[in-house]
């Protein structure tokens, strides 16, 4: 019997709780819901980040971290669509300040999860995410598209932990589904200047939460070597620096 199956079970047993703070009765409760407004933004060089930041719903700490875990490693994907809100919230404020608009094309990729990852949990809970984000963002005049444009090579972890010379290994340690990049991208954006927006699709790297930074500079570095650059970067949370 899986896990996942398991779980199932158990909420037919037991009524659940806030997958942030076991407040009863509820999937994410109106308190932790607005952790998820308070925004915290992380300078990054505007050579690899057009914007020069990445932004976060939250801090990586409480019932946001709680309610991350659980939805990540315990499987909760009942969650899915609480966080794609307040991405969807983050995402539109972000886009109008930049000046995006809503008949400007928008992809959003997916931070990969490692194979050893996929094969445990079950699920791709990035690309869950994507995928209601997507729906959201369309419903506010977007033309959106899903790239799941990297994937881990075998043997390599998406790890917070490890050694200095782990962590700026990290840039190689992720591939490019061409597959993907093609299917969304044609070969004149990936040919065009990097940064070059006029030309191109707003492109979105998303990801769960930003520790170190490196996951994040490792597939945007990997992107912009296949010829996609990434115009901003947005995760659930951020470790406080
Ligand atoms: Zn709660």
Redesign the pocket.
Known sequence: MTYSLLREIDYLLAPRG??????PD?V??H??QQQLDRWVERDFPSSLICLGALFSCARYQG?VRHAILTWKDHGDREVTQYFAFALARLILCTLHVAGVLSDHPLVLIPAPSSRSSLRERGWYPMRELCTQLAVLLSSQGFHVHVCCALHQKRGSHKSVTGSVRQRQSKSRTYQINWHQVESVFDAQTLCSPPMSLSSSPFVMMIDDICTTGSTVVGCIRSLRQAGVSVHAAFTLASVPG
């Open positions: 806030c997958a942030g703070c076991l407040q509820c994410l409760c308190t932790c019932p």
